[in-house]
């Protein structure tokens, strides 16, 4: 997700400087862009004064912008850091008081929208934060997506995505089991997406999940693994609010047993693959 945004601020005329886990990969992408390399976090924050962050989760997030030898830790007074992963509300939320506390913005701007998404420029993003800080973002935001919304107080974006993760998956099961169903009965899938994409049960998964529902092809775009953590981020807010979430808790017993079937580098829609085994076929 962060190589194509990063690529389309670069197109748009943003001088980048990158920082990668993975050296070489930086390297190599920076010459792509005509970006600079970082050699760790800690010297993007000294060289920038808006920093984002794409990271896996929660204790990534933790470590590079809270961390020592994180950005918190080298950012100037003034600096504004808008993290775009899927994180947890709370974190967010603690991160923004720190950042506070040494005049530095923060953002939790987590987007929807997957790799499609992040290559075209077309991105759902959701921001919690100050309206101070959601407007110097905006004109980075217009880059990079399509609906910007800012949504609330710190730990808002977070929230919102969470949401967003559980219709997501809900609507992917949802879909996997009328697909299998129909196919069972000895209709083609294709013609179900069809019929359903022109009626009221439309939805983006099947629009842009349908080949790889239809082909058995699950390159990922968006993780097993991942969505299993960002539900696992929704139910923990659910216990946090007091809010009943029993089919979210089901589809993510479901997604942890495709990871245990060595699934979890698959595409989330590889979920069609557990109601096809359950119902008697083979992935």
Known sequence: MGAPMASNLAAAGHELVLYNRTREKAEAFAKEIGATVAGDPKEVAQDCETIITMLPGPPEVEEVVGGKGGLLEAAK???????????SPSLARSLARKGREQSVGLLDAPVSGGDVGAIEGTLSIMAG????????ARPLFEVMGETIVHVGSPGAGQTVKASNQIVV???IEAVSEALVLSSKAGVDPSKVIEVLSGGLAAN???EVKRQKL?????????KVESHRKDLGIALASGREYGV??????LIHEMFGTLVAKGR???????????????SGGES
């Open 77 to 87: 007074s003034g600096a504004l850091i808008l993290d775009m992963s899927t994180s």
């Open 129 to 136: 934060g100050s309206e101070e800080d959601f407007e110097r």
């Open 169 to 171: 998956a809900l609507v």
């Open 204 to 206: 983006k998964v099947m």
């Open 214 to 222: 239809l082909k058995r092809e699950f390159e990922p775009g968006g």
């Open 244 to 249: 009943a979430l029993p089919v979210t808790a």
């Open 264 to 278: 979890s580098g698959w595409d989330h829609s590889a979920l069609i693959t557990l109601v096809e085994e359950w």
